[in-house]
């Protein structure tokens, strides 16, 4: 599978999970505003980064607070821990910012 559409898959499945679960989001297309994607790169942990590149969407966010990328939430998902990952308890009224890059398809 070539990185765009496993981007755009990935990118699904957070919203989808975040939108089945009621919870608050904004998403933000790095492509279309230089300064989001900046801040993006400069708020990713530099053990985040990949030896080659930028780090691929979709990065996670609390406020300005960085959470993860897509492994970091799967790996909550599978340990049923999501909404902590997420920074919320059972009721979910924070809002989460959820990185994400605009593809030809959408």
Do not use: C
């Not at 699904?12 to 801040?39: H, K, P, S, Y």
């Not at 030896?51 to 599978?78: A, R, T, V």
């Amino acid at each position: 599978m070539s990185t765009r559409p496993r981007v755009k898959k990935r990118q699904q499945a957070v919203v989808g999970f975040l939108e089945a679960n009621r919870i608050l989001f904004e998403e933000v297309d790095i492509t279309m505003l230089e300064d989001q994607r900046l801040w993006m790169y400069r708020n990713i942990p530099e053990e985040k980064h990949p030896g080659k590149g930028n780090p691929l969407p979709p990065q996670i966010f609390n406020g300005d607070e960085y959470l993860g990328d897509y492994e970091d939430f799967f790996q909550s998902k599978e340990n049923n821990t999501v909404f902590s990952f997420l920074g919320l308890n059972s009721d979910p009224t924070v809002q989460v910012r959820q990185i994400h890059e605009h593809t030809a398809r959408d």
